[in-house]
């Protein structure tokens, strides 16, 4: 981050699209979280290559990475190494940046920054200090994995990573048992199997799932089928490249048995009046409240 002088900083705001020369406007003081491509670089925005050029400093993972990009558009902009190593030192740098009026845009190596990326500090500090903070939407792997799943996506849940122990990752999955959304995992080549083998265990073998991988490169792959016919791929296929998301759908929901549903009563009626509880009861069950109303004063009275 050195000074440079207007001309240089003019000379530099722009970008290229088939080598049309197109000028980036000056942007207004603020923290720009833009997402680049996960693997296409053609899954890139106008507004984010804007704001790469046109901002006064660019931050990134890795600057051999980001500048792949870069040249791919004549972005003549210099990025600055900001990752989990050296958060500590250049986080204060940017927000001195920031603090000097100038702009800032945030990138991760691939797809939207502070997804499972160390950039939440830096936004979440900025915000504190009373910063804008602007996000610059685009591509997102858990996204592109769950709209390509073909599972269920009106309810989603995105857990990043899963711990490497098996132990710990078998717990982490517990969590997510009776979850009723959609779940999306970050995920290893060489743990994908053991990952399966475990979800099949935890979650159920015949909940349905979908190994997304190597989302938009040439290598494209969508595997489909339940927890227990993946795993049982994956053991057979042990080889296994790229960059992976899970997706695993929600628990199929069991209809409620007359067991279920006295069981429902008994518990609600110990804290609730009966009319309360036929209606509590009702929300849980799907069952008509008059119908749930009834029986519980029938339990009722049986039990004098």
Do not use: W
Not at 70 to 88: S, T, V
Not at 256 to 271: G, I, M, N, P
């Amino acid at each position: 981050m050195t000074e440079e002088t207007t001309a240089e900083t003019g000379a530099r705001r722009g970008f290229r699209l088939h080598n049309i020369a197109v000028p980036a406007r000056p942007l207004e003081s603020a923290l720009y979280l833009v997402a680049t491509p996960i693997g296409n670089l053609g899954d890139i925005t106008l507004r984010a290559l804007e704001t790469l050029a046109g901002a006064d400093v660019l931050a990134c993972e890795d600057t051999r990475v980001t500048r792949v990009l870069l040249d791919r558009y004549g972005i003549q902009n210099r990025p600055f190494a900001y990752h989990e190593h050296n958060a500590d030192e250049a986080g204060p740098r940017l927000l001195q940046a920031l603090e000097a009026g100038k702009s800032v845009a945030l990138v991760s190596d691939a797809g939207t920054p502070l997804v499972s990326d160390p950039g939440y500090r830096l936004a979440q500090q900025a915000i504190e200090m009373g910063y804008r903070v602007i996000p610059i939407p685009g591509a997102s792997a858990p996204l592109a994995a769950l709209v390509g799943s073909g599972l269920p996506n009106d309810a989603f849940l995105f857990a990043g990573f899963l711990p490497t122990k098996d132990k710990a990752r078998r717990d982490r999955l517990a969590e997510f048992l009776a979850a009723p959304a959609t779940l999306i995992f970050f995920e290893s080549p060489h743990r994908i199997g053991a990952t399966l083998l475990a979800a099949a265990d935890v979650l159920g073998a015949e909940r349905e799932a979908s190994v997304c991988r190597e989302l938009t490169k040439t290598y494209e792959e969508f595997r489909r089928g339940t927890l227990a016919e993946l795993a049982a791929h994956y053991e057979e296929h042990d080889n296994v490249k790229g960059e992976i998301v899970l997706v695993i759908g929600p628990p199929k929901k069991r209809a409620a048995t007359e067991a279920d549903v006295d069981a429902v009563l008994a518990d609600l009626s110990k804290d609730l009046p009966t009319a309360k509880a036929a209606t509590e009861a009702a929300r849980l069950t799907g069952l008509p409240r008059k119908v749930l109303y009834q029986k519980l004063l029938d339990m009722k009275a049986e039990n004098g």
